[in-house]
């Protein structure tokens, strides 16, 4: 009996052993033939959501084409509309004058100056995009707006993000792409909170009144950076523009009695930044939804002030 | 049993050769490995540290572990004797959430803790429901065991993170494949083919996954940078418990909620086991009870999330006709084990989700299909239809309209949570109210 079971484990170890060596083998073919990431060079990993990462590449593939072909590539993106006008994303490309040079949803913009073009809301696009590209915080010029899907007759909100290419021929132009009805990244908050930290370090107190502007690019959305101090008093309050309410800050409390304020000041006492995720309700959902506050504390007047905001978090599937 | 052995591969009490233990155990570590993803969410969403998430994870899996050999073994109180193993239990995670952002880690623990003893205290109560199990209600727990694994089983096959992310053509075709291959060689393949194919479809899902996407090769290469052995350490997080009455009333409902479950599970267990029983012997799932609320109650105690007992581990034990309880303590041991080598761990928790997906889709298969095939044994009446269907109307509904019952009363909010609970009350409840009359009529012949 004992033998017999020998010899069943045997076989069967002969078994795994064949498989194992089967793995190892398609294992060492990968590694010789390499396979090696074509987006290595660019970092993608703040991102959570497959679609921003698709966004990003997709501009970044554009611009690498334009980047060796130059000005001849936008013959091709021309004659290649279809690929670059997709119900994701859609490609177009200016420069830095904002004179629109190819699009690929809107033929009828290309050869206009789109400079002073805003959206409903009095956003100045072309500026914001500009801006966003000299932004060393902003690594992938993202701006968000309200625009409009070709053919259809109401706004929609749109996230783009950018790449500035020189040309062979030594043209400067910017490559960006966008998507409609975009997913609430964490990064889209980190970037609007570290963009007005830089600007407060800069400017001082005039920033505030900048920071506060609903056409600024540190409101988008339901996203909006406030600030406050230390005593919990508003410089820029989170719901309301140009209106401060009562709101004791280190008091909030999310759904789960979490205190989300008070628990990201005591990381402050440690850090620069801190992010501090927290329940709320959403009556259409039976689960809570989760969101993130991200703040960073600086210093304004002699005085330490709080810059903040609170995005969306990935639900689960 | 020597009729029954030749039905399986391996009966529930015969112990496999060495070599087929080993490699079957691991068949099935492949399942649990998956659940590991919850204490990484949980610790991801606290924003703990990595010693932190380290540490719940392999206490995490030590209470799974542990819970698993418990459940296979056959105690007078304790163990059901069945293959079927403990793995992070979803239907805590909300809650074990809420208690962690109130009060910490000490009041998840003491949370876990009360949810385990309520399970226990379910335990006692199962056996008495003897009278409220007929088979058919019997046979829809079942299907609906694997019907509560559709969402879980869907959203990785297509490989998705996140609700309304992008799904990738590559992801559909690797879980086909990989589903493919699995059902495959189930069907036409024999013997060691049959008996692991799920293992060979995985391993084939994840090769081609891994020539195909470089984002699957680069998760690999992070397995590189962990270490071979480790011994979880107790941080400051896990040296205290704490209990919260406010939290008692939501910590009833999911215990109670999770126990349903788990006797759904354990069901199926000894359907598949034991498919000569007439009638559920409820002491085997008594015992089971115990052990899963055991197992719940070890999990607060040592710093891990909340154990329960594992559909797709039943479901493949179905698929495989492999369902020696020696498996399940295998299983338990090398799980156990496993929480001290981190890299071992990290290679297996890189599984790509649409292979992932295909192996629950499959094991799933066979537990809605048993459960259908047991409920249908019995001759067929008006009063059944009823029973049946109106607990699937009101069951399902919960997971195809869940913004319908956000809006709904409290009341109902607290009963209508998931398929397999609320189909499960709502049948045994008409079951009752639909048979009234008989229960005279029974009363009368015996007064004649």
Same mark, same amino acid.
């Given at each position: 009996?004992?033998?017999?079971?020998?010899?069943?484990?045997?076989?069967?170890?002969?078994?795994?052993?064949?498989?194992?060596?089967?793995?190892?083998?398609?294992?060492?073919?990968?590694?010789?033939?390499?396979?090696?990431?074509?987006?290595?060079?660019?970092?993608?990993?703040?991102?959570?959501?497959?679609?921003?990462?698709?966004?990003?590449?997709? /501009?970044?593939?554009?611009?690498?084409?334009?980047?060796?072909?130059?000005?001849?590539?936008?013959?091709?993106?021309?004659?290649?509309?279809?690929?670059?006008?997709?119900?994701?994303?859609?490609?177009?490309?200016?420069?830095?004058?904002?004179?629109?040079?190819?699009?690929?949803?809107?033929?009828?913009?290309?050869?206009?100056?789109?400079?002073?073009?805003?959206?409903?809301?009095?956003?100045?696009?072309?500026?914001?995009?500009?801006?966003?590209?000299?932004?060393?915080?902003?690594?992938?010029?993202?701006?968000?707006?309200?625009?409009?899907?070709?053919?259809?007759?109401?706004?929609?909100?749109?996230?783009?993000?950018?790449?500035?290419?020189?040309?062979?021929?030594?043209?400067?132009?910017?490559?960006?792409?966008?998507?409609?009805?975009?997913?609430?990244?964490?990064?889209?908050?980190?970037?609007?909170?570290?963009?007005?930290?830089?600007?407060?370090?800069?400017?001082?107190?005039?920033?505030?009144?900048?920071?506060?502007?609903?056409?600024?690019?540190?409101?988008?959305?339901?996203?909006?950076?406030?600030?406050?101090?230390?005593?919990?008093?508003?410089?820029?309050?989170?719901?309301?523009?140009?209106?401060?309410?009562?709101?004791?800050?280190?008091?909030?409390?999310?759904?789960?009695?979490?205190?989300?304020?008070?628990?990201?000041?005591?990381?402050?006492?440690?850090?620069?930044?801190?992010?501090?995720?927290?329940?709320?309700?959403?009556?259409?959902?039976?689960?809570?939804?989760?969101?993130?506050?991200?703040?960073?504390?600086?210093?304004?007047?002699?005085?330490?002030?709080?810059?903040?905001?609170?995005?969306?978090?990935?639900?689960?599937? | 049993?020597?009729?029954?052995?030749?039905?399986?591969?391996?009966?529930?009490?015969?112990?496999?050769?060495?070599?087929?233990?080993?490699?079957?155990?691991?068949?099935?570590?492949?399942?649990?490995?998956?659940?590991?993803?919850?204490?990484?969410?949980?610790?991801?969403?606290?924003?703990?540290?990595?010693?932190?998430?380290?540490?719940?994870?392999?206490?995490?899996?030590?209470?799974?572990?542990?819970?698993?050999?418990?459940?296979?073994?056959?105690?007078?109180?304790?163990?059901?004797?069945?293959?079927?193993?403990?793995?992070?239990?979803?239907?805590?995670?909300?809650?074990?959430?809420?208690?962690?952002?109130?009060?910490?880690?000490?009041?998840?623990?003491?949370?876990?803790?009360?949810?385990?003893?309520?399970?226990?205290?379910?335990?006692?109560?199962?056996?008495?429901?003897e009278k409220?199990?007929?088979?058919?209600?019997?046979?829809?727990?079942?299907?609906?065991?694997?019907?509560?694994?559709?969402?879980?089983?869907?959203?990785?096959?297509?490989?998705?993170?996140?609700?309304?992310?992008?799904?990738?053509?590559?992801?559909?075709?690797?879980?086909?494949?990989?589903?493919? /291959?699995?059902?495959?060689?189930?069907?036409?393949?024999?013997?060691?083919?049959?008996?692991?194919?799920?293992?060979?479809?995985?391993?084939?899902?994840?090769?081609?996954?891994?020539?195909?996407?470089?984002?699957?090769?680069?998760?690999?290469?992070?397995?590189?940078?962990?270490?071979?052995?480790?011994?979880?350490?107790?941080?400051?997080?896990?040296?205290?418990?704490?209990?919260?009455?406010?939290?008692?009333?939501?910590?009833?409902?999911?215990?109670?909620?999770?126990?349903?479950?788990?006797?759904?599970?354990?069901?199926?267990?000894?359907?598949?086991?034991?498919?000569?029983?007439?009638?559920?012997?409820?002491?085997?799932?008594?015992?089971?009870?115990?052990?899963?609320?055991?197992?719940?109650?070890?999990?607060?105690?040592?710093?891990?999330?909340?154990?329960?007992?594992?559909?797709?581990? /039943?479901?493949?034990?179905?698929?495989?006709?492999?369902?020696?309880?020696?498996?399940?303590?295998?299983?338990?041991?090398?799980?156990?084990?496993?929480?001290? #080598?981190?890299?071992? &761990?990290?290679? &297996?928790?890189?599984?790509?989700?649409?292979?992932?997906?295909?192996?629950?889709?499959?094991?799933?298969? #066979?537990?809605?299909?048993?459960?259908?095939?047991?409920?249908?044994?019995?001759?067929?009446?008006?009063?059944?239809? #009823?029973?049946?269907?109106?607990?699937?109307?009101?069951?399902?509904?919960?997971?195809?309209?869940?913004?319908?019952?956000?809006?709904?009363?409290?009341?109902?909010?607290?009963?209508?949570?998931?398929?397999?609970?609320?189909?499960?009350?709502?049948? /045994?409840?008409?079951?009752q109210?639909?048979n009234f009359d008989q229960w005279f009529k029974k009363e009368e012949m015996k007064g004649d």
């Amino acid at each position: 009996m004992k033998r017999g079971h020998l010899e069943v484990f045997m076989h069967n170890l002969k078994n795994v052993i064949s498989i194992l060596n089967s793995v190892l083998l398609i294992c060492l073919l990968i590694f010789s033939t390499g396979c090696r990431d074509k987006y290595s060079d660019i970092d993608l990993s703040m991102y959570q959501y497959r679609d921003t990462k698709n966004l990003v590449k997709f /501009v970044y593939d554009s611009s690498l084409l334009v980047k060796k072909d130059g000005m001849k590539s936008i013959e091709y993106f021309k004659a290649h509309r279809d690929l670059y006008n997709t119900t994701d994303h859609y490609l177009y490309i200016y420069d830095m004058n904002g004179v629109n040079l190819f699009h690929a949803g809107l033929p009828e913009f290309e050869g206009k100056d789109l400079s002073e073009i805003t959206d409903k809301s009095g956003k100045k696009i072309t500026r914001l995009v500009l801006e966003a590209l000299n932004n060393p915080t902003n690594p992938h010029a993202w701006v968000h707006y309200s625009w409009w899907e070709p053919g259809k007759f109401f706004p929609v909100p749109k996230s783009s993000c950018h790449f500035k290419v020189k040309t062979p021929e030594g043209h400067d132009l910017y490559i960006g792409g966008g998507m409609n009805y975009p997913h609430e990244e964490r990064e889209f908050i980190r970037i609007a909170v570290d963009s007005a930290v830089a600007l407060i370090n800069e400017k001082g107190s005039e920033s505030v009144s900048e920071i506060d502007d609903p056409t600024s690019q540190f409101n988008f959305r339901d996203i909006r950076v406030f600030i406050f101090d230390s005593s919990g008093e508003f410089l820029i309050f989170p719901v309301l523009h140009e209106l401060s309410a009562e709101l004791e800050v280190l008091d909030c409390i999310d759904e789960v009695g979490h205190k989300p304020f008070r628990n990201a000041l005591k990381k402050l006492e440690q850090s620069d930044f801190a992010w501090e995720i927290f329940m709320a309700r959403n009556r259409y959902k039976r689960q809570l939804v989760k969101k993130s506050l991200y703040i960073r504390k600086t210093v304004l007047d002699g005085k330490t002030i709080y810059v903040s905001a609170v995005t969306d978090l990935p639900q689960p599937p | 049993m020597p009729s029954c052995a030749k039905k399986y591969e391996y009966s529930v009490n015969e112990i496999p050769p060495p070599g087929h233990l080993i490699v079957l155990s691991i068949q099935h570590i492949m399942l649990m490995v998956m659940s590991l993803g919850l204490p990484i969410i949980f610790a991801n969403q606290l924003n703990a540290s990595p010693e932190f998430t380290s540490a719940l994870i392999a206490f995490s899996m030590i209470s799974a572990g542990l819970g698993s050999i418990v459940q296979a073994v056959r105690f007078r109180y304790l163990g059901s004797g069945y293959l079927c193993p403990n793995l992070c239990g979803p239907s805590y995670f909300s809650l074990s959430l809420s208690a962690a952002w109130t009060g910490g880690l000490p009041l998840m623990r003491g949370l876990t803790m009360v949810a385990g003893i309520i399970e226990m205290a379910m335990a006692p109560v199962i056996k008495k429901l003897e009278k409220v199990f007929p088979n058919y209600i019997v046979g829809m727990v079942v299907a609906l065991v694997g019907v509560s694994v559709i969402t879980s089983s869907v959203t990785s096959f297509f490989g998705l993170s996140f609700e309304g992310d992008a799904i990738r053509n590559i992801d559909i075709l690797i879980g086909f494949f990989s589903l493919m /291959v699995m059902v495959l060689s189930n069907v036409w393949g024999k013997g060691f083919i049959k008996m692991y194919c799920l293992l060979i479809g995985m391993i084939a899902g994840w090769v081609l996954a891994v020539i195909l996407v470089p984002d699957y090769w680069n998760d690999l290469m992070i397995v590189k940078s962990s270490h071979w052995f480790a011994i979880p350490s107790y941080g400051p997080g896990f040296l205290n418990i704490k209990f919260d009455l406010k939290m008692v009333l939501p910590v009833l409902v999911v215990g109670i909620s999770g126990s349903l479950k788990s006797f759904g599970n354990l069901l199926a267990a000894q359907k598949i086991s034991e498919p000569e029983l007439k009638e559920p012997d409820f002491t085997p799932l008594r015992n089971g009870l115990m052990a899963d609320g055991l197992s719940t109650f070890l999990a607060g105690l040592l710093g891990g999330m909340a154990v329960d007992t594992s559909s797709s581990n /039943v479901g493949l034990a179905a698929a495989t006709k492999v369902l020696s309880r020696w498996i399940c303590i295998v299983a338990g041991i090398i799980f156990t084990v496993l929480a001290f #080598f981190p890299k071992l &761990l990290m290679a &297996l928790s890189v599984m790509p989700k649409p292979v992932l997906g295909s192996s629950i889709i499959f094991s799933g298969c #066979f537990m809605i299909c048993t459960g259908f095939l047991e409920m249908f044994t019995e001759q067929w009446d008006p009063r059944k239809t #009823f029973v049946i269907g109106i607990a699937l109307f009101f069951g399902l509904s919960t997971g195809f309209l869940p913004s319908l019952y956000a809006r709904a009363p409290q009341f109902v909010q607290a009963f209508f949570t998931d398929p397999l609970p609320t189909s499960t009350i709502v049948a /045994v409840v008409l079951h009752q109210i639909i048979n009234f009359d008989q229960w005279f009529k029974k009363e009368e012949m015996k007064g004649d």
